[in-house]
Nanobody, 120 residues
């Protein structure tokens, strides 16, 4: 069993900042990658950012220069620092985890989602 607990969502203002956190716990032998998706009202879920086990990062073009993904390996936690927020950043943000369990299986797990609302 693996659990992902997200925090840090809420209401932000355009031009402001929010920081999301996602802590993973459970039967995790090795984390391969962690990242974030988001889903705006009436739209499909879209990938936002990812960070590899080695620390390499990628961000979707629409957030480059504004959002930064990072992780604390000791805490199995991934963060998403969101600056210069825009109303179009509004949505439910989901963290995900790609990992290897103690049986050697490659698995994925998702957080429950945290709402981010940006007012203009």
């Amino acid at each position: 069993q693996v659990q992902l607990v997200e925090s840090g969502g809420g209401l932000g203002q355009a031009g402001g900042s929010l920081r999301l956190s996602c802590a993973a716990s459970g039967s995790i032998f090795r984390i391969n990658a962690m990242g974030w998706y988001r889903q705006a009202p009436g739209k499909q879920r879209e990938w936002v950012a990812a960070i590899s086990s080695g620390g390499s990062t990628n961000h979707v073009d629409s957030v480059k220069g504004r959002f930064t993904i990072s992780r604390d390996n000791a805490k199995n936690t991934v963060y998403l620092q969101m600056n210069s927020l825009k109303p179009e950043d509004t949505g439910v943000y989901y963290c995900y985890l790609d990992f290897v369990d103690y049986s050697g299986r490659y698995e994925s797990s998702w957080g429950q989602g945290t709402q981010v609302t940006v007012s203009s």
